[in-house]
């Protein structure tokens, strides 16, 4: 599915975690990235006319304030090699507040063997949060490789951290 769209548009927005940078291309694939990962001193502003893009922003924000479950079926997969898209689709279906290993998500994806291969698709995931790359860890469960580190104490596994317990918390206020 392709979005309507009136060329390339940014939008920023502001999460307990940090910042999300949303791109819409001209091209109609849409990428998102965190602030601090991308090393970004605040050059990269809001720009461009996207009444789509905005709707996808009014989510993200809905969802960092804890509004919820938001539903991306409108918003296509990114375009990347075959076995990266069945991953990222079956990322996608990973219920919200719940984690899969890399393992799971490998078979899910249709090759129980390449659970490595897993891994690198998530680490090369455009789209976080809406691919939620977050809810994929470790065999042990343990929270690992977001962004491509290991490393516990980094701003990459902070957002991983800070993701899953705000869907947590919002899965217990839905269930209540």
């Known amino acids: 599915m392709r979005t309507h769209h009136s060329g390339a548009a940014t939008r920023?927005?502001?999460?307990?975690?940090?910042?999300?940078?949303?791109?819409?291309?001209?091209?109609?694939?849409?990428h998102s990235q965190w602030r601090q990962l991308a090393h970004d001193d605040g050059r990269v502003r809001p720009k461009?006319?996207?009444?789509?893009?905005?709707?996808?922003?009014?989510?993200?924000?809905?969802?960092?304030?804890g509004g919820g479950i938001p539903d991306w079926s409108d918003v296509p997969t990114p375009a990347g090699p075959d076995f990266q898209r069945?991953?990222?689709?079956?990322?996608?279906?990973i219920p919200h507040g719940q984690v899969r290993s890399y393992a799971e998500l490998a078979?899910?994806?249709?090759?129980?063997?390449?659970?490595?291969?897993?891994?690198?698709?998530?680490?090369?995931?455009?789209?976080?949060?809406?691919?939620?790359c977050h809810r994929v860890v470790a065999s042990d469960g343990r929270l690992h490789g977001y962004a491509g580190t290991?490393?516990?104490?980094?701003?990459?596994?902070?957002?991983?951290?800070?993701?899953?317990?705000?869907?947590?918390?919002?899965?217990?206020?839905?269930?209540?």
């Not at 069945?86 to 279906?93: G, I, L, P, V």
């Not at 899910?108 to 809406?130: D, H």
């Not at 290991?150 to 209540?176: M, P, W």
Request: proline share 4%; aromatic share 4%; net charge positive.
């Open 12 to 30: 920023v927005i502001a999460a307990p975690m940090g910042q999300l940078i949303i791109h819409l291309s001209a091209d109609g694939s849409l």
């Open 48 to 65: 461009g006319n996207s009444p789509w893009l905005d709707h996808v922003a009014d989510r993200l924000r809905q969802y960092f304030a």
């Open 107 to 132: 078979e899910m994806a249709g090759s129980r063997m390449a659970s490595r291969a897993a891994g690198q698709a998530m680490r090369c995931n455009p789209l976080s949060v809406i691919v939620p």
């Open 150 to 176: 290991t490393n516990s104490a980094s701003d990459a596994l902070g957002i991983k951290r800070g993701l899953l317990s705000l869907e947590r918390a919002a899965t217990l206020a839905v269930a209540h």
């Open 86 to 93: 069945r991953c990222w689709d079956a990322c996608r279906s």
